[in-house]
């Protein structure tokens, strides 16, 4: 029993939950892009990743960086704001689905048409997932966790029993943002009710604060997505599905510094200072750089077993990528601390900058190598994204730079006290 009580304590640790959970995500969002990709082949599976990275970019841009907000306003004036965003999420999704409905009969265009619908389901899940995240990071990572799998059963039927099309391939990506936003609804449904708390002038507040950390959004999104977009039209679609394949591959690998930066926006939003970004910063470097070696000894192989020699293309691409995963360890990190503490207008104008770069050398690269000159854009984007934040933060903080390297012994007794402590 002592032993059972012992590893139930370490799984309520957010960070070794939160790793857990991510580890987790990683494999059915494997799985299910495997599935996808032999189900749908390249070409269709090119059209469903530009949808994709469109609608990235739409929900950004309509969500006006509102959840953003949450973690800053708690921490700034100390009282429970869960209802006031959850009504005003509820408001957006109203407004936007009449607006889509209305999008969708106007244009003609089968991409249009799913791009417009899928867009306020994840306005609405972007902003109820974040409370979540902050409220309680355990009770979100398990929800993303299932639903993932659910989405995985999902395709496996899918391809058994249905014929692949276009339909099939962007309602699936629609599946997994409605569920876990009714999950979410349902989970604080209670408060929201309960709470008598106007919403009057919030609204306007709230986008007045997310206006810069929406840039920034849409600038980190662009940065990510931007190749695909400039790619559409220029390479065959079927190049694209590659290109995906060996982005998912590279994304899989972010995870990890994805799962350690949610826990650590909830502590520093309850309190914790630069030391507990360092950290953050110092185990993701250690682990990713263990998980790079193993995806370059084993990429090759491994794509032409799983994926199929249609997708021969993509272990060049991830090799390409890979580099960048190092680079945006410490922006994912800085940037989300800049957040929190109100420096949202810094994470702005650097990731403005960086997208600059990255349009800029995606415009001459892809003319010239195609998908590979896509992915190079990407790596010289992220190393001036990466660049910018250190100098920031080393300024502003005073944070010696082999303090955010590699992970050292004292490292590992502060991580046995973590999982201790919770």
Request: with cysteine; charged share 15%.
């Amino acid at each position: 029993m002592a032993m059972l009580r012992k590893i139930g304590k370490v799984f309520r640790n957010p960070y070794v939950f939160s790793i857990i959970s991510k580890c987790c995500v990683v494999l059915a969002g494997f799985l299910f892009t495997v599935v996808q990709a032999r189900y749908l082949g390249a070409e269709l599976k090119g059209q469903v990743t530009y949808v994709t990275s469109i609608t990235s970019i739409t929900a950004i841009v309509f969500g006006f960086g509102i959840h953003q907000a949450y973690p800053y306003y708690k921490k700034k004036l100390q009282r429970d704001l869960l209802p006031v965003f959850f009504k005003i999420a509820m408001i957006q999704l109203g407004i936007y689905a009449a607006i889509s409905v209305v999008v969708a009969i106007i244009f003609n265009s089968p991409k249009m048409i799913a791009i417009s619908l899928i867009t306020p389901i994840m306005v609405y899940d972007r902003i109820v997932a974040y409370i979540t995240m902050v409220e309680e990071p355990n009770h979100k990572n398990a929800i993303e966790m299932i639903v993932n799998f659910a989405e995985l059963l999902l395709i496996v039927v899918l391809w058994i029993f249905f014929p692949k099309s276009f339909l099939i391939g962007v309602s699936v990506i629609a599946f997994k943002d409605v569920i876990m936003a009714v999950i979410y609804t349902w989970r604080w449904r209670k408060e929201i009710v309960s709470d008598k708390t106007p919403i009057k002038g919030w609204p306007l507040r709230l986008i007045k604060f997310g206006f810069f950390p929406m840039l920034a959004l849409l600038m980190t999104t662009l940065n990510y997505r931007v190749d695909v977009i400039m790619l559409d039209g220029r390479v065959p679609d079927a190049a694209i599905g590659v290109y995906s394949i060996g982005v998912m591959l590279a994304e899989r690998v972010w995870l990890i510094p994805d799962a350690m930066k949610e826990v650590m926006i909830s502590k520093v939003a309850k309190g914790k200072g630069t030391e507990e970004v360092s950290f953050v910063i110092r185990v993701c470097n250690t682990v990713c750089l263990l998980v790079v070696l193993l995806l370059i000894l084993l990429g090759q192989p491994f794509i032409n077993i799983v994926f199929g020699e249609e997708y021969a293309g993509a272990y060049m691409v991830t090799l390409i990528l890979l580099i960048g995963v190092f680079f945006m360890i410490y922006y994912k990190m800085i940037a989300s601390y800049n957040i929190v503490i109100g420096k949202q207008v810094i994470n702005f104008i650097f990731l403005g900058i960086s997208v600059l770069g990255n349009i800029g050398a995606n415009a001459i690269m892809i003319p010239l190598f195609g998908i590979y000159g896509a992915g190079w854009a990407s790596v010289i984007s992220y190393a001036i994204c990466s660049l910018l934040f250190i100098i920031q933060f080393k300024i502003t903080t005073g944070m010696p730079l082999r303090r955010m390297l590699i992970a050292t012994p004292s490292d590992f007794k502060g991580l046995k006290s973590r999982l201790k402590k919770g």
